[in-house]
């Protein structure tokens, strides 16, 4: 019996995943982020899965493809001096899924005038090979701001 329990000891961490954390859901949008403020629009669209849908504050039609995606961030990167702060968010993580909702302001310049829309996010995540990926995202703007 002992040699058992010695042999499920030493086999133990062979079996055992590491919990998702928190901060890697946070640095999964800031990766978001980051994609789309140096321009990068394969990036972004790789961050999502092939299954996602996108619901964006500034689109009329759900997004459901990667094709779909790639159309919708070239508008997006081609705004000059795209950025945007992240004010707020608050992760959950059930086991291989994490949602991440919050709050945050897209900057760019229009015809001279720089325009800040605060929008409200909710980013939904699967873990798939130790990445988080994006399997379903909302975006609306703030009401009245």
Not at 41 to 46: A, G, M, N
Not at 70 to 91: C, L, M
């Amino acid at each position: 019996m002992k040699l058992l329990w010695t042999l499920l000891l030493c086999l133990l961490p062979a079996f055992a995943q590491a919990a998702p954390k928190i901060p890697d859901v946070k640095a999964a949008l800031t990766e978001w982020v980051e994609a789309i403020e140096t321009g990068d629009v394969e990036k972004v669209v790789s961050l999502y899965d092939r299954d996602s849908t996108m619901l964006s504050a500034f689109a009329i039609d759900p997004i459901t493809t990667h094709e779909g995606l790639r159309q919708y961030y070239k508008k997006v990167v081609n705004e000059p001096d795209i950025s945007i702060d992240v004010t707020a968010q608050d992760v959950r993580i059930f086991d291989n899924v994490a949602v991440n909702t919050g709050l945050y302001t897209f900057h760019w310049v229009q015809d001279g005038e720089t325009m800040d829309v605060p929008a409200r996010f909710s980013f939904v995540y699967v873990l798939k090979n130790g990445k988080w990926s994006i399997i379903s995202h909302h975006s609306s703007r703030v009401p009245g701001k």
